[in-house]
């Protein structure tokens, strides 16, 4: 099979890096692009990246020429795809650009996400929603998202519970520096610290689950119907998003339950067997004391940081409260694109030459 | 005025050295016997005590050989008054021994805090908890215990809310390491990493603040009838426990009600003018993103770690959320106790030559 | 004593901090200007400055208004003296402008400490070079600078080893993250990591401490004669420099003579009782694994960080190899030009009204 | 090929859980028996084993029952070789009984190295000494060693300095917490904090070099002349050895040729293609900050944790300095000894059924 031409936005930081770690020998992508901003422009990639992530950087990348993420960078190089790690703030309206050009994005940037035309997608939690696509007319360029680090983790604690009936959700979290970004935790601020307070991070933990747990009548997305509570904090860890949750249900439940809930559950990824998908999804820990970020988050782990880590589930009455940790670069970002990527690929919303929309 | 002889018990630990230090030159106690394990018996102070809190081991208590806690240890030394940080497993049958000798003692330990005769004192919070310790019928011997180190922040953040109605609390920590004692957490365990689990303290969290704002009504204590739900988890923080707090009201509030709330909060030791009151007993914040355990709570802010602070006070309907945070081994521990030392004397609950119950 | 009206530059930074907690309430200093970056000017002290030193800023200066650091912002305020906390690159030509109108500039930048005029002066050390400042011929003003950090640590470690003879010096240093600034060090970059470079460090422990401790001949500065081998980098501590330092000596000599050399030292300033001399200016530690930064440094001990700490000294033949350890933005910066300016006073060049050279 | 049938002592440990990782899919070797101290014994390896180095504890080892470690626990198993994790207080008697019964021992306990008879053998750089075992007169039983952990990196920044001429050495470590082992080190000893002290291994990087780069005559080892002049530290690093180095050597020579001298270095290990060995066994970095404990030691890198690296070479004169990285529990302790037992293998000192000396 052909693989698809993708061009990486935002290649140099964090995310960007992630993609590149996991496109550089997949299957069904293959990298033709590396933009950054202007600063990195034409400097060769091991030149204009600090190679941050697990591994060294792929050779196959390392001379690469940085180029830039307009359309008029991209389209010259037979881009079929997007994936994009830009700040949110220039993802704007380059994504759309590029969507307005006829190129399918994949991004990671917060600024489309809440656009009622635009799904968040998680493929096991929300397949359909990838259906909103349609209504963004663009021909067969669009734009999907996926969902805010902290989101990623805390949805797959939900969906399963979704029988039991979901009233509210109170969750606190424990978030690492890689986060936010190369240089955006200080280390003075964060050694032997915890900083209570990450801009905007609340905002899309109370909002973002609601649209992606909601309800895709074939042409919008209706909010489901709880509240969330949350308060973010940043901690002295590099990477893992730890996150404890107390939701509750509108039935009593018993720990057996939940904690089956957990485990059988499963979504079409899976049953695909997309390349990126980890199988389970949700990874019930047994020992008394996990999920920890500085355990099994390593990439030597067979889901390679893309299954969620659910322990500690504790049942009074109808709450139920456990902790949850999600790999925040990769299944909080660049891995969560690629997965609604591959997923895309084999419904038919992705082919060579151009995107394009059954 | 004549000052009161006190040993202190597990002298040789961190909540025992913070005790050696507030009362190395405190102005109604002088340290008559610092008592330890077997292992330490007959060191000197120095020699015993691996010092780790701030600053430097006062030179009166240097030379001081280390003794026994037993009865027969101390009471031929004069003591007028024990300040207990022995581990719970012990404190069970020597503080009773203590107090069944007539000595009033005043201690950090779990083991009896939840005896119905032993009150859990706070004296901000539920002075007139004093008044139990004539149930326990010992003479002039009595048990006063504070609470465990996460309770006695969390309490501070509720007592102020009782007048809107405490439904429920939802309440997740950051604990320092500090609280595990002197080599309870392993590094290797710790660096970079969070770990959601520490043994016992959730349940001593969702029982210790209904027991303390609960109704004394001159015999026995009804417990407060809220619910507490309570997740706990370890962080890479040397001193001071950061909580996340949600509160569900009776009633909807303002966050301006309830920032004056804590704000103009105060007690008896404030008016009393209490060496180790501090004034006022709750510091909020304005700085978006406090209160952080690196920030302020050095003992050269005024009120040498005695203080609660609480910011990021946000409302929905009536629940409130806001962050606080507690010096665990101060205010959480050692400093609680000479707090209550210093309230049961200038109530006259404690005089030279024996504790007395008026 | 009428006290001296003070200027900081770079008021804000950390070192600016630790300048503004040291003089806001000094017996011979008073705060009468502070300055920063044109970003900060206008703004009041406590919306310019993020505090980060220990304790809280002091109330006599959060309303102070924030000027510039150019001679026409300063002298109408009537400035006697200067303290200068500026990044190097914006020292080297405002503190000349400054000294040039007759203010004498006592500075923690690098920009002027090899030039031939100005001294690197540590009282204790080389309090002659003081005079050196007769050499820059610019009426009653001069510029006076401290040492690099590491090497206001390091010459503590040689000068009392000079009787012996020294031949040569290897030093490496743990460095910590607080002297490279507010933001310098990223978390990505140190957290569970140690950097073994830091910009232009090595070579400023190889240069400086030949000028310290060379002889001034009423003239001119000469070089000692031995050579320095410095390897740097970075830790995840917060505050402190820890060396491991091995020196050559001309001869041979016992662990007990060089450990009477190091606690035996003193200097002028302890003579003379300056209110920030340490007394005595290095503290021999006892216990096998001090000094530690996170033991000992904390300004709650008498020397309010202005000590050096040395320990674990070993002999072999002629080789004496020890630890150090030095509070990098008190002695190695803020407190170093605080304890200058006192013994500038005391010798009678620095007056009210205007700076004088005797 | 028929696999070795091998014992892991102390396979409870970081070191043995590494002997585990290592050897659990190896051509050469299989595991045959996991021992640990009495505590764990008649435990499965998944019960007393708290799994912690990278990835998850391999499936085929999971359920193997823990036996004692004396010969008549492992004799019976068909032990064809034994791998020593052990405490160098156990480690003495036990390995000693085990080679007197014709078993070859590779181990990376402290207890024997400096036995005359008893090689510490890295096939890079002193292959030839393997033949010592000779002189330990056992039939077919011996002891081999690899050296203490931060001697093994050390060697590696000495070796290919030999032609040189290598005349004295200093060396300044950054030692990570695992190398004092599970709980070794208290996070409040270490959590922003460097502790200057590490009992014994001072002196074990002052002798172990000399013997490993010393002269084997056939009979017996004359040790090199060169001095070492060490001192050790430990840092909040998970793993990973740094080491500041500086060599007198007995010529001038330039930064190029030390470079190339380093760059080019290899060895019979890589010759022979065996399966731990890294090739090339020393990796010279190019960045100016490199190496870095947190880059470059991931066991997703190519050589798995086995090469040494080394950065940021200076000469001056006759002295070169650098910094050096070795992963401490891999090329410093387990890694070190399977690929001792894989040379020995290849060289025909050992086989199935037992040991044997050709």
Redesign the interface.
């Known amino acids: 099979v052909k693989r698809l031409r993708a061009a990486i936005l935002g290649a140099t930081g964090?995310v960007g890096q992630h993609f590149v770690r996991i496109l550089h020998d997949h299957p069904s992508f293959q990298i033709a692009a590396l933009a950054a901003s202007e600063r990195s422009e034409g400097y060769r990639y091991y030149e204009a990246a600090d190679w941050?992530v697990?591994?060294?950087m792929p050779l196959n990348v390392q001379e690469m020429v940085i180029c830039g993420a307009a359309p008029e960078d991209l389209l010259p190089r037979g881009v079929d795809v997007v994936f994009s790690a830009l700040p949110s703030k220039e993802a704007g309206h380059i994504e759309q650009a590029l969507a307005g050009e006829g190129v399918p994005v994949f991004s990671n940037a917060g600024a489309h996400r809440m656009d009622p035309h635009v799904p968040i997608l998680i493929p096991e939690i929300n397949p359909d929603h990838l259906g909103l696509v349609h209504s963004q007319d663009r021909g067969s360029g669009y734009i999907v998202t996926n969902s805010n680090c902290s989101t990623s983790g805390l949805v797959f604690g939900l969906k399963p519970l979704v029988p039991f009936g979901l009233r509210d959700v109170?969750v606190?979290t424990?978030q690492a520096?890689?986060g936010a970004g190369?240089?955006?935790?200080?280390?003075?601020?964060?050694?032997?610290?915890?900083?209570?307070?990450i801009s905007g991070e609340?905002g899309k933990l109370e909002t973002e689950p609601k649209k992606i747990l909601g309800h895709f009548n074939g042409d919008t997305i209706e909010d489901a119907g709880f509240?969330v509570?949350a308060?973010c904090?940043r901690?002295?860890?590099?990477d893992g998003h730890?996150e404890?949750v107390?939701v509750t249900l509108g039935q009593e439940v018993d720990a057996v339950s939940v904690r089956e809930a957990f485990s059988s559950f499963t979504g079409e990824p899976q049953a695909l067997g997309l390349p990126t998908a980890p199988n389970p999804p949700i990874v019930v820990e047994s020992q008394?004391?996990?999920?920890?970020?500085?355990?099994?988050l390593?990439?030597?782990?067979?889901d390679f940081g893309m299954a969620v880590r659910i322990?500690?589930i504790?049942v009074?009455g109808n709450?139920v409260?456990f902790?949850l940790l999600v790999h925040n670069t990769i299944r909080g970002a660049a891995g969560a694109s690629v997965l609604n990527a591959e997923f895309a690929r084999v419904k038919g919303y992705l082919r060579a030459g151009k995107g394009v929309i059954p």
């Open positions: 964090i941050v697990t591994g060294e109170t606190t424990y520096v890689s190369r240089r955006g935790v200080a280390s003075l601020d964060i050694l032997g610290n915890v900083v209570p307070y609340e509240e509570y308060s904090a901690v002295p860890v590099l730890l404890s107390v008394v004391d996990r999920p920890q970020p500085l355990r099994g390593s990439l030597s782990t067979g322990g500690r504790r009074k709450r409260s902790f």
